[in-house]
């Protein structure tokens, strides 16, 4: 070959090379291209959708697994636990204390007449599967809610008289009165915000904007969430199991099956404490151990004098210091953790000597047996509070029954005492309804609630529902014995988990192993 053809052959080869070299370029910067810019236009990461968290699975176990995952329709505190704040978020939002903060709304605020609220919606939020979540989403939502008469909107959403959003980031709820528990409901399952475009089976799927997605659910057995891909979340998988019973359950965190255990009675965590493996962690709960009284007008228990001679017989020193399950002792309808809780234990007194005096009033044969029904899980407490009743003379006699036994005495009003847990502000609220399950009936009460409910600021209805509280505990509605504590027993590799509410709350997104 000539020395001009070597030359002519090395420059073709160098310009193929050249080329070669080009596209190769070009090709890798497409791939980033396409790797940065398809998660963006889609909102999920390529490389799965667990892609946002920091990797691993965390098993939890509960006792009660739900059935369904139709949030919109089952009345289920048991579902509300699982994917409130996990799947799907909530306008507002309450933090550990029980006070409401932002949600989906970074902020809200009251007009003066407390007739009109104003919400900002966060920028930027989305849904799981990468649809737009925006003020339209909320009004959809809340309407559906009402159109449709899921489960407690008839009466919690009863105020409202219209939902606008003038942009995509401002929703406005106009009231026909003020309602100063509806920022409480729109932390809750009615203020769920729902992508009216998802197009699923509720009872089997979900379509949310919370850190977890359903990856799998086996009903009453097993719920496996999955991060989002862009999820705050720092576990990828977490795996909610169902065991038969407490013991069952600890038993699992003892033997290392599951790395958070929630155990339906706190007292069942106790086993656990001395295991260097497991940390027992406590909180307080919503909800409150009560003895409510039959106000019927029937009943013994429809004359305040009687009312307050049981409550002064009642030791709940006593009753409570042996209790795994005691937060907090009460001496009134609100708890701990609502809105203006104070102290009223001393408000009717424990005093044995008054409580006879007062009932010697009524004759023994007025009075006679007084049927004390209760579920199983409180029949020892039960059988405290009558042998206490019968040391000062009083007959009791104590019926612990299923649930359904329990509904079947309360439908029929078959009974003068009912030893039960009541729910937070709902179960307050129940003493100003004449048809709740006391059937206490005071004017007074109904007035200063539905007035605590018309506030229209915050220290206005606290000062209003601590009036209340006191009237419906002074004429002695029923008798609050005391707040329940709540328990989990975690692994000691595991972070990021709370006991507070966790009967009702279990956020999932901080939580990690170590």
Not at 156 to 164: D, G, H, P, R
Not at 356 to 384: D, H, N, W
Request: charged residues 20%.
């Amino acid at each position: 070959m000539s020395q001009k053809s070597q030359s002519q052959h090395r420059e073709s080869t160098a310009n193929q090379l050249s080329r070669w070299l080009i596209f190769l370029g070009i090709s890798a910067v497409l791939a980033v291209v396409v790797l940065v810019a398809v998660p963006r236009i889609t909102h999920h990461s390529l490389f799965g959708d667990e892609a946002g968290a920091s990797g691993g699975t965390v098993t939890v176990g509960i006792t009660d697994t739900p059935d369904t995952l139709d949030i919109r329709t089952a009345n289920s505190a048991s579902l509300d636990r699982v994917l409130i704040g996990n799947v799907y978020q909530t306008l507002l939002d309450r933090d550990n204390d029980n006070k409401i903060t932002a949600g989906l709304a970074s902020a809200w605020k009251t007009s003066s007449d407390g007739l009109t609220l104003t919400f900002t919606m966060r920028d930027g939020l989305r849904f799981a599967n990468g649809h737009t979540l925006d003020a339209s989403s909320v009004v959809w939502s809340l309407q559906q809610a009402v159109s449709n008469k899921w489960p407690g909107a008839d009466t919690k959403l009863a105020s409202l008289a219209s939902v606008s959003n003038p942009d995509a980031g401002t929703v406005v709820i106009t009231l026909k009165q003020p309602d100063a528990t509806l920022p409480r409901t729109l932390a809750g399952r009615l203020g769920i915000v729902y992508d009216r475009a998802a197009g699923i089976d509720y009872k089997t799927q979900a379509a949310g904007s919370g850190p977890y997605r359903i990856k799998d659910f086996t009903p009453n057995k097993r719920i496996t969430l999955a991060a989002t891909g862009e999820a705050a979340a720092k576990t990828s998988t977490v795996v909610i199991s169902n065991y038969s019973d407490d013991a069952a359950l600890v038993k699992a965190a003892k033997a290392g099956d599951v790395d958070l255990a929630i155990p339906a009675d706190p007292a069942s965590a106790k086993s656990a404490d001395n295991d260097q493996n497991l940390r027992v962690a406590t909180g307080t709960s919503e909800r409150k151990v009560t003895l409510l009284y039959n106000n019927d007008a029937d009943s013994i228990l429809s004359d305040v004098q009687a009312r307050t001679a049981l409550r002064m017989m009642l030791d709940k020193t006593a009753l409570t210091q042996n209790r795994s399950d005691v937060a907090q002792v009460l001496g009134g309808p609100i708890g701990p953790l609502e809105p203006g809780y104070e102290d009223l234990t001393g408000l009717i007194a424990h005093n044995a000597d008054r409580g006879r005096q007062l009932m010697s009033y009524f004759s023994a044969s007025y009075i006679g047996t007084l049927k004390l029904v209760t579920s199983e899980a409180y029949e020892p407490l039960a059988q405290q509070i009558a042998s206490q009743l019968q040391e000062q003379g009083i007959s009791v006699e104590v019926s612990a029954l299923s649930d359904a036994g329990i509904q079947d005495c309360i439908s029929k009003r078959n009974f003068q005492l009912l030893l039960t847990t009541i729910d937070g502000i709902d179960g307050t609220a129940d003493f100003a309804d004449p048809n709740g399950v006391s059937r206490y009936t005071n004017a007074d009460a109904q007035t200063q609630y539905t007035q605590a409910v018309r506030s229209t600021t915050q220290e206005s209805y606290e000062n209003g529902m601590k009036t209340y509280a006191r009237t419906v505990s002074s004429t002695a509605a029923s008798d609050w014995l005391y707040a329940r504590k709540t328990a989990v027993v975690a692994s000691t590799q595991l972070a990021g988990y709370s006991a507070q509410m966790a009967d009702e709350r279990l956020p999932l997104a901080n939580i990690a192993k170590q």
